[in-house]
């Protein structure tokens, strides 16, 4: 039976959502529903889909494997290379084997994308929406304290550890100057696995404290589905936003460059088998619709850890009705 917070986090989120809906309507954005069964779910290397067998009971279909979505992403850029003006969406998606005090399997992500902009328009949106979202909500006011910092994520680990991402451009050297700050690399290797290790000891903790702050400036290893930055290829146009140690929300200046981005993805697959993981197909229509996309760029944003925030609330449990805690 839900608590007493948990009831309060219900309100509260019924009040974040009528805000976020105002505020992207009032700007011409158009709320969308997509499907949450897709028979590609996305590549990234660290999140593993749930499958859902497909088996037929008409001579309509093939027996397959389907997977629950871990993000809309594929789907509306479908939309985006169709003509479609700035797209919402408010939906469930699911990333399995992830639970703690941050993560559920199941949770709620907004994702929102506008056609001719770059992602500084998607993050001054952003903003906006949750500056009028704290209001809405009753919070304490710190997502109203605009404008966001912004940050890159070179000057981030060069503040809090003295590392400078471009002098130590590689693994081996990378490693070296990480465990000279303190940073435990383990078997780490690579320049992407150091860094992981170097950003999460020292770096994301103590981002977002004085007001939410956005990361920006991704090496360009990190890029997933951003382009890169054209002065600078060595970093791609990617943010990230931060509130209180707390990674809230992941967005691009979309990659435009089907062939780039089939390289990728064929990328992430190899990853993934060398890793151990499930290798999930690739999504042809979403690459179809990467070549004709106009130039774009959007963001997700976990709802849930925004309404712990506003909340003040310790744990991803404490604003659902039912959390994972009571199958696992």
């Known amino acids: 039976m839900p608590n007493p917070v948990q009831w309060r986090s219900a309100a509260g989120r019924q009040a974040l959502y009528g805000a976020l809906r105002r505020f992207f309507t009032q700007l011409g954005y158009l709320e969308v529903d997509t499907p949450l069964l897709v028979p590609a779910p996305g590549m990234e290397p660290h999140i593993t889909a749930f499958e859902a067998p497909f088996v037929p009971e008409t001579d309509v279909g093939q027996r397959r494997t389907l997977y629950l979505h871990t993000s809309p992403e594929y789907a509306m850029k479908r939309l985006l290379a169709d003509g479609a003006g700035p797209l919402f969406q408010i939906c469930k998606v699911f990333r399995n084997g992830e639970v703690s005090r941050t993560h559920n399997p199941e949770f709620t992500l907004l994702e929102f994308y506008r056609p001719r902009a770059d992602y500084h328009a998607i993050m001054a949106d952003l903003e906006g929406a949750l500056a009028e979202a704290d209001r809405a909500v009753g919070g304490d006011g710190f997502f109203s304290r605009t ?125 993934r088998r060398n890793a151990g993981r499930a290798v999930y197909p690739l999504d042809e229509r979403f690459l179809d619709a990467v070549g004709r996309m106009p130039p774009s760029a959007g963001i997700a944003v976990g709802l849930d850890r925004i309404l712990m925030l506003l909340l003040g609330v310790e744990s991803i449990s404490d604003v659902l009705l039912f959390p994972a805690h009571e199958f696992v």
Do not use: I
Request: with cysteine.
């Open 147 to 271: 404008p966001y910092e912004r940050l890159s994520v070179r000057d981030a680990v060069l503040r809090e550890t003295g590392v400078d991402l471009r002098v130590c451009a590689d693994g081996p050297s990378l490693k070296r100057a990480a465990e000279a700050a303190g940073v435990r690399t383990g078997e780490a290797t690579s320049f992407d696995d150091v860094f992981f290790h170097l950003f999460l000891q020292k770096v994301e903790g103590k981002l977002g404290w004085e007001r939410p702050t956005y990361l920006t400036e991704y090496p360009a290893s990190m890029a997933s589905l951003a382009r890169l930055k054209p002065e600078d290829p060595t970093v791609a146009e990617r943010t990230e936003l931060y509130a209180r140690g707390l990674e809230l929300a992941n967005g691009f200046s979309e990659l435009t460059d089907a062939v780039e981005q089939r390289a990728r993805l064929v990328e992430e697959q190899e990853f």
